[in-house]
T-cell receptor, first 112, second 113 residues
Framework: DAKTTQPPSMDCAEGRAANLPCNHS???????VYWYRQIHSQGPQYIIHGLKNNETNEMASLIITEDRKSSTLILPHATLRDTAVYYCIVPPRNFGNEKLTFGTGTRLTIIP | EAQVTQNPRYLITVTGKKLTVTCSQN?????MSWYRQDPGLGLRQIYYSMNVEVTDKGDVPEGYKVSRKEKRNFPLILESPSPNQTSLYFC????????????FGPGTRLLVL
């Protein structure tokens, strides 16, 4: 499965856009990029996913580069409740290799 | 309400005393998985199941067992718990193949003395 690399931590001012990067240079052509977040010690929560086109939903936007080797999750107007650990993952799609690796994510702190 | 439930939420036990953490989902999902989370190590997959009677090891399966006799349930069994299994455990389920959107349970915090 494609390995992802994220910065360990980031800060963002409340009300500003939070841009969280993720590198996935070994991604295969049919593998999606998923983003989850975990607030304190709660169960992780799905945010958004995409294949190659940019995606937007009520929570966030996902920008995937044309070569698909990296992506950016954008929280357009960050609030204090967005303080969490954000995980970028690329689930495997080849039969016989279904293990899923989450990694350590990016700890995003929203500053008042 | 669509949800994944885990029981118990908190558990303190002693080394060697067998325990089971239950996980149940009401979404008719085929895929279920167990993770443990430790400080600085992120979420690590213990075991996963692609359907009834189909289970396989994740990244850290040592010391754990699972079973999938029914689609909705995926219990995690610690036959002889040790202190290094003190951790926060999450169960998750997803509908389709290839780990489509996962739904996580609230977590079980386990302390092994």
């Amino acid at each position: 499965d494609a390995k992802t690399t994220q910065p360990p931590s980031m800060d963002c001012a409340e009300g500003r856009a939070a841009n969280l990067p993720c590198n996935h240079s070994t991604i295969s052509g049919n593998e999606y990029v998923y983003w989850y977040r975990q607030i304190h010690s709660q169960g992780p929560q799905y945010i958004i996913h995409g294949l190659k086109n940019n995606e937007t939903n009520e929570m966030a936007s996902l920008i995937i580069t044309e070569d698909r080797k990296s992506s950016t999750l954008i929280l357009p107007h960050a609030t204090l409740r967005d303080t969490a650990v954000y995980y970028c993952i690329v689930p495997p799609r080849n039969f016989g290799n279904e293990k899923l690796t989450f990694g350590t994510g990016t700890r995003l702190t929203i500053i008042p | 309400e669509a949800q994944v439930t885990q029981n118990p939420r908190y558990l303190i036990t002693v080394t060697g005393k067998k325990l089971t953490v239950t996980c149940s989902q009401n979404m008719n999902h085929e895929y279920m998985s167990w993770y443990r989370q430790d400080p600085g190590l992120g979420l690590r997959q213990i075991y996963y199941s692609m359907n009834v009677e189909v289970t396989d090891k994740g990244d850290v399966p040592e010391g754990y067992k699972v079973s999938r006799k029914e689609k909705r349930n995926f219990p995690l069994i610690l036959e002889s718990p040790s202190p290094n299994q003190t951790s926060l455990y999450f169960c998750a389920s997803s509908h389709g193949p290839n780990w489509e959107t996962q739904y996580f349970g609230p977590g079980t915090r386990l302390l092994v003395l």
